[in-house]
């Protein structure tokens, strides 16, 4: 995985057909989207449950681009070399989750794992400040964990500014997760984000037989973020 500012579309399979995710991670591939996102929950650390390594593992075939993988769940660090094994390129883990953030993020990065740290509407950008030189990856939540098709979140905007000048000339990927679909994905562009997290704005309206949906959707998130861009360049 080289590293890159430019705008890359992350679309959530927790949005997809879980009958065809094989055929919908091809279909989202192949219409232009850049990393596949895998919301995993235990339905403890957040209010709903999803997938586990097997899950994880049996998706990594039909992967070409990058499996970023986002572990709402905790305890975290007894699960990451499972997450791994099973061919996770990003980890992501909660600031949350536990008392020990920096043994996780040295547990990710030694089981072969680019390292990513995920931020809630409540946790401040300062949370991540020693640790900036362990992380590849910042997921800012902009909508409550747990549950897809909230509204985007606001105020953290600000937070998006924040940890761009916190990050300064150092190779970190921002990645934000909730809400974004092609109103709010100029917003947290401009305000420094280079990775979008989108399910239901991906997946709407088509289907492994429509796939063409798909890259319409894709398309649209992507104009407007990289057309927020031009703007203020």
Known sequence: MSFDRSIKIAPSILSADFANFGTEIRAIEAQGCDWVHVDVMDGHFVPNLTFGPPAVKAFRPHVGTV??????????????????????????????????????????????????????????????????????????????????????????????????????????????????????????????????VAGSAVFKGGSVEMPEVYGENIRAIRTAATEALRAVA
């Open 67 to 196: 499996m970023d993988v986002h572990l709402m769940i905790a305890p975290v660090d007894p699960y990451i070399e499972a997450f791994a094994e099973a061919g996770s390129d990003i980890i992501t883990a909660h600031v949350e989750a536990g008392p020990h953030i920096h043994r996780t993020l040295q547990a990710i990065r030694a089981n072969g794992a680019k390292a990513g740290i995920a931020l809630n509407p409540g946790t401040p950008a300062e949370a991540v400040d020693y640790l900036l030189d362990m992380v590849d990856l910042i997921c800012v939540m902009t909508v409550n964990p747990g549950f897809g098709g909230q509204k985007f979140i606001h105020s953290q905007i600000e937070k998006v500014r924040t940890l761009r000048k916190m990050i300064g000339d150092r190779p970190i990927h921002i990645e934000i997760d909730g809400g974004v679909d092609p109103t709010t994905a100029p917003l947290v562009a401009e305000a420094g984000a280079d990775v979008l």
